[in-house]
């Protein structure tokens, strides 16, 4: 993953922190496969096994992502 992708990702992801921190949570960055798009996190603290976590991936932090960092096609959890 080049740096600047991976600088791009991990600033869209601090602009969506403080939401997760408010319940709580943390996400944080496990891979990325440039070929596929798939980017990996990890959800943690009251994000791991909440049932609103999915919705959060999906809703909240997938579609930021697709916008700012076309280069994400798909977030997938831990």
Do not use: K, N, W
Not at 4 to 32: K, M, N
Not at 54 to 77: D, F, N
Request: proline share 3%.
């Amino acid at each position: 993953m080049t740096s600047s992708v991976f600088d791009r990702i991990e600033l869209a992801l601090d602009d969506l922190r403080p939401y997760i921190a408010s319940h709580r949570g943390t996400v944080e960055v496990v891979d990325f496969d440039e070929d596929d798009g798939t980017l990996l996190l990890r959800m943690g603290g009251t994000c791991h096994g909440c049932s609103a976590a999915t919705v959060t991936l999906r809703q909240g932090i997938e579609v930021r992502l697709r916008q700012t960092v076309p280069e994400v096609r798909r977030v997938e959890a831990l």
